[in-house]
């Protein structure tokens, strides 16, 4: 298994290199989340043309969540929230961080299992075990998520840029962003000044 984007890197903006793209033609399966948080995996699928590489999305069947969905809105504060809504229209109607949720992690493992196990037909009950640790796994993670959030004194959180909407909306909070969708995003000095306010609104730190 290689990664494609090295540590550090932003996946909504990078672009593979051409050593790279020898190395991925060289493989089997070209496992994707499917949104649109990998751009770069188009370029990658119109040079591998021809090869045998198995695209598999990951999200596939997987709800997708409105990228302005589970923003905080507040009263006084219409311009905030459309700003943000227009650089999400830039970066996509959708919000990309499926995985977050624990129950649509788990889809997305299915999805691996079973592409692996196409893949590699006599390891099929290996992976089918994998993943039923995971699955065991995810169920705990979400029950520790759901009771955190529950126990929490508030029903706020002050992020970087507006990936967490999957988690906001299975378990019951909403999100104040910094920046957008994408973290390279710079929110104007008139967002950041409506930020600070609801954030001392509801005691954020």
Known sequence: VKMIVPPGADPHSYEPTSKQLTEIAQGDLFLLTGTTLEPYSKKIKASLKGNDVRFVETSKGIDLLE??????EHEGHDDHAD??????????????????????????????????????????????????TFNTQA?????????????????????????????????????????????SDEPSQKQLAALVKEAKLHDLK
């Not at 990228?67 to 905080?72: C, D, E, F, W």
């Not at 977050?100 to 390891?123: F, G, H, Y």
């Not at 970087?160 to 957008?180: C, D």
């Open 67 to 72: 990228a302005n969905a589970t923003l905080h």
């Open 139 to 183: 169920d705990a993670l979400d029950q520790n998520l759901q009771q955190a959030v529950d126990k929490g004194s508030k029903k706020e959180l002050l992020v970087t840029h507006a990936a967490y909407g999957y988690l906001a909306e299975r378990y019951g909070f909403s999100q104040l962003p910094i920046a957008g969708i994408s973290p």
């Open 83 to 132: 700003e943000h809504a227009e650089e999400e229209h830039d970066h996509g109607k959708y919000d990309p961080h499926v995985w977050l949720d624990p129950n649509n992690a788990k889809m997305m493992a299915q999805s691996i299992s079973t592409a692996l196990a196409k893949e590699v037909p006599d390891k099929k009950a290996a992976f089918e075990k994998k993943l039923a």
